[in-house]
């Protein structure tokens, strides 16, 4: 059984059994460039890949619910496509890709949707469901049924989906090393990005699971940088976090280490707080563990540290209570994991953000359960534009130390990032880059 199919009977489990009605999903469309002939790489909008694993362009799928029965729509190609863009597929090839019940082509979408008499029709959003009624106004439509279906689905992974995390685990581990050993001073960001880019194609994944950030020194405590184009200095940290996909399956590893290959001494004393913040929280991750437990769990091992290393003083119950950690922490500790990079399911229905300083930002609220694929990613980052009104601010300033923090605002930021497969009993780490001290020191220095 194909994986497609797999995951349509795990969806339509969670209907009625004998339920009329119809799922309409419409897939994605090659997109350009501002109204020029520049395309885009073609990428298949995950719900429609994950239903009927077709990723190519211009295509629809019917699911009947009763009965089950999987009806796919091609595009009717003619010649000029071939001409620009090459062979055009026969149905029976088409067939034999993506085993439809029923193979048609788009021009009778509506002729089907007619026949079955079909009651609602589930869409996953308003934009799919205009579609719908403009083709026929009597048709009923619902648009709020069928993503929250899919997102329940999505959230626990089968082993099919685990088994290609794990491919695109494996060569993004692989692409992450190939930059730590590369890494020189005077090296640009993009030299570095080709690196990556370069071992991720060599291995057979094409396409980026996201903007990757490829930051050397105070570039490195900009939470989204996507500019890579600056010069890395010696004595600067250089921050990667970077993936690809796998057969539409997203890795997601960040990674921080000096540029010329030894950690200073305060590189060192910030980084193995933050890798201590990402160590015990990965022990903390079980079955049944909230995802906000473990973030504040990871804020007061931060705290701590900061402490301990007299960039902060004070109480830690009153500096948590405080949100000072969100000086230094001020992103979420983790997400999702799977066809999209921030992978659906952080927010069952009903479940609103926490509106605190850093926690706001936590993608997923919920307790975890086994086959749910996690990130967990601290940081500690020195932004002055936190920092600056905090000191000026005397309910923050009074934990802070002035002078170190001041002197670190040249300092960038570390962030360190594992990927997490939820187990019965604990977790599989599909990160396996080396982040302590030692072992990036030996592996830059070899």
Same mark, same amino acid.
């Given at each position: 059984?194909? &994986?497609?199919?797999?995951?349509? #009977?795990?969806?339509?489990?969670?209907?009625?059994?004998?339920?009329?009605?119809?799922?309409?999903?419409?897939?994605?469309?090659?997109?350009?460039?501002?109204?020029?002939? /520049?395309?885009?790489?073609? +990428?298949?909008? !995950?719900?429609?890949? /994950?239903?009927?694993?077709?990723?190519?362009?211009? /295509?629809?799928?019917?699911?009947?619910?009763?009965?089950?029965?999987?009806?796919?729509?091609?595009?009717? +190609? *003619?010649?000029?496509?071939?001409?620009?863009?090459?062979?055009?597929?026969?149905?029976?090839?088409?067939?034999? !890709?993506?085993?439809?019940?029923?193979?048609?082509?788009?021009?009778?979408?509506?002729?089907?949707?007619?026949?079955?008499?079909?009651?609602?029709?589930?869409?996953?959003?308003?934009?799919?469901?205009?579609?719908?009624?403009?083709?026929?106004?009597?048709?009923?439509?619902?648009?709020?049924?069928? &993503?929250?279906?899919?997102?329940?689905?999505?959230?626990?992974?089968?082993?099919? #989906?685990?088994?290609?995390?794990?491919? &695109?685990?494996?060569?993004?581990?692989?692409?992450?090393? $190939?930059?730590?050993?590369?890494?020189?001073?005077?090296?640009? $960001?993009?030299?570095?990005?080709?690196? @990556?880019?370069?071992?991720?194609?060599?291995?057979?994944?094409?396409?980026?699971?996201?903007?990757?950030?490829?930051?050397?020194?105070?570039?490195?405590?900009?939470?989204?940088?996507?500019?890579?184009?600056?010069?890395?200095?010696?004595?600067?940290?250089?921050?990667?976090?970077?993936?690809?996909?796998?057969?539409?399956? !997203?890795?997601?590893?960040?990674?921080?280490?000096?540029?010329?290959?030894?950690?200073?001494?305060?590189?060192?004393?910030?980084?193995?707080?933050?890798?201590?913040?990402?160590?015990?929280?990965?022990?903390?991750?079980?079955?049944?563990?909230?995802?906000?437990?473990?973030?504040?769990?990871?804020?007061?091992?931060?705290?701590?540290?900061?402490?301990?290393?007299?960039?902060?003083?004070?109480?830690?119950?009153? %500096? %948590?209570?405080?949100?000072?950690?969100?000086? @230094?922490?001020?992103?979420?500790?983790?997400?999702?994991?799977?066809?999209?990079?921030? *992978?659906?399911?952080?927010?069952?229905?009903?479940?609103?953000?926490?509106?605190?300083?850093?926690? +706001?930002?936590?993608?997923?609220?919920? #307790?975890? %359960?086994?086959?749910?694929?996690?990130?967990? #990613?601290?940081?500690?980052?020195?932004?002055?534009?936190?920092?600056?009104? &905090?000191?000026?601010?005397?309910?923050?300033?009074?934990?802070?130390?002035? $002078?170190?923090?001041?002197?670190?605002?040249?300092?960038?930021?570390?962030?360190?990032?594992?990927?997490?497969?939820?187990?019965?009993?604990?977790? $599989?780490?599909?990160? *396996?880059?080396?982040?302590?001290?030692?072992?990036?020191?030996?592996? %830059?220095?070899?």
């Amino acid at each position: 059984m194909s &994986a497609a199919k797999m995951h349509r #009977e795990k969806l339509l489990s969670l209907f009625e059994e004998n339920q009329e009605g119809l799922i309409y999903l419409k897939g994605a469309e090659i997109m350009y460039r501002y109204g020029t002939d /520049y395309e885009f790489p073609f +990428r298949q909008e !995950s719900n429609f890949w /994950y239903l009927t694993g077709v990723n190519e362009p211009d /295509y629809h799928a019917v699911i009947d619910i009763k009965s089950g029965d999987f009806h796919l729509f091609a595009p009717k +190609r *003619d010649a000029q496509f071939a001409v620009w863009h090459g062979r055009i597929k026969e149905p029976a090839e088409i067939k034999e !890709s993506y085993n439809p019940d029923h193979l048609h082509f788009n021009n009778e979408l509506l002729t089907v949707l007619n026949s079955r008499k079909p009651g609602l029709i589930y869409c996953l959003d308003e934009e799919q469901a205009e579609f719908i009624e403009d083709l026929n106004r009597e048709l009923t439509v619902d648009t709020e049924t069928l &993503a929250d279906a899919i997102t329940y689905c999505r959230s626990i992974k089968t082993e099919y #989906e685990l088994d290609c995390m794990r491919e &695109a685990a494996r060569v993004n581990n692989l692409a992450h090393l $190939e930059v730590m050993k590369a890494l020189k001073p005077g090296m640009n $960001e993009y030299e570095t990005k080709a690196i @990556f880019d370069y071992h991720q194609k060599k291995n057979g994944l094409l396409q980026p699971a996201y903007s990757g950030i490829h930051a050397g020194g105070v570039n490195s405590a900009i939470l989204h940088y996507t500019e890579n184009n600056q010069t890395i200095n010696n004595g600067e940290l250089y921050l990667i976090d970077a993936g690809y996909e796998f057969k539409g399956y !997203s890795s997601d590893v960040t990674r921080t280490f000096p540029v010329n290959g030894r950690f200073s001494g305060n590189q060192a004393a910030v980084y193995q707080v933050c890798l201590d913040a990402l160590n015990k929280t990965i022990d903390m991750v079980t079955p049944g563990v909230k995802m906000e437990e473990l973030h504040l769990a990871a804020c007061r091992i931060i705290l701590h540290g900061l402490k301990d290393i007299g960039i902060v003083k004070g109480s830690i119950e009153e %500096m %948590m209570e405080k949100n000072i950690f969100a000086l @230094f922490f001020p992103h979420g500790l983790g997400h999702f994991l799977g066809l999209d990079t921030h *992978d659906v399911g952080g927010y069952p229905k009903g479940v609103d953000r926490i509106d605190r300083p850093g926690i +706001r930002f936590l993608r997923v609220r919920r #307790e975890l %359960m086994p086959g749910m694929v996690i990130t967990i #990613e601290p940081g500690i980052y020195f932004i002055p534009a936190l920092l600056k009104p &905090a000191l000026e601010n005397s309910d923050q300033a009074r934990y802070l130390n002035r $002078e170190k923090v001041e002197s670190l605002y040249n300092f960038g930021g570390i962030r360190i990032e594992d990927n997490l497969i939820i187990l019965d009993n604990g977790v $599989e780490n599909l990160t *396996d880059v080396p982040k302590e001290i030692k072992e990036i020191e030996n592996i %830059m220095n070899r």
